[in-house]
């Protein structure tokens, strides 16, 4: 029986690894996490935004309570109302989970051009995953079953936004 289901999971290997790359962009390891930043400023320019601010700042599920740590980006941008609802549509359809649980919409009576002013929280939970796995109790999942393809296909439907610049590095300030 194990090495049938070996011999499957070999036959299964370009199907995993698409998946993996797939669920990769949904939640994103640690060292992944700034490109956010990147992912966060195509969005903008594809709702035809002009961006002002951009930062990020990490949280830990200990001062969250949540399950997962997340990462916490604040930007700033000049848009019209129309490319704020935009805005939110493109978030929503994005593979990578975002969620925005705060923003200001501001215009003034005096704007010509009817560009308003936005700040925004993008929060996003990201994987720290720890090299001490244990192995002892084995995780079933069956990647045949029709609510895990189901799953998979939802994912594969939503945008993917690739890295524009892959090398770019973040360099820390003191």
Do not use: C, H, W
């Not at 649980?101 to 501001?106: E, L």
Request: proline residues 4%; glycine residues 2%; hydrophobic residues 35%.
């Amino acid at each position: 029986k194990k090495v049938n289901d070996l011999n499957r999971l070999a036959n299964s290997q370009s199907i995993l690894d698409e998946n993996l790359e797939i669920l990769n962009k949904v939640l994103v390891p640690e060292p992944e996490v700034p490109r956010l930043l990147d992912q966060a400023t195509q969005i903008a320019e594809k709702a035809g935004m002009s961006l002002e601010k951009l930062s990020y700042s990490y949280s830990s599920k200990k001062s969250t309570g949540a399950g997962f740590d997340t990462v916490t980006v604040s930007m700033g941008v000049k848009s019209s109302l129309d490319q704020l609802i935009l805005f939110m549509e493109l978030v929503e359809n994005a593979s990578r989970y975002v969620s925005v649980p705060n923003f200001r919409y501001s215009i003034s009576t005096n704007a010509k051009d009817a560009l308003g002013s936005s700040t925004f929280s993008l929060d996003s939970p990201y994987l720290f995953v720890q090299s001490t796995a244990v192995t002892d109790d084995p995780i079933k999942l069956d990647i045949t079953d029709y609510k895990f393809i189901q799953f998979m296909d939802k994912m594969k439907s939503l945008d993917q936004y690739d890295f524009i610049n892959k090398d770019i590095q973040a360099e820390e300030q003191p």
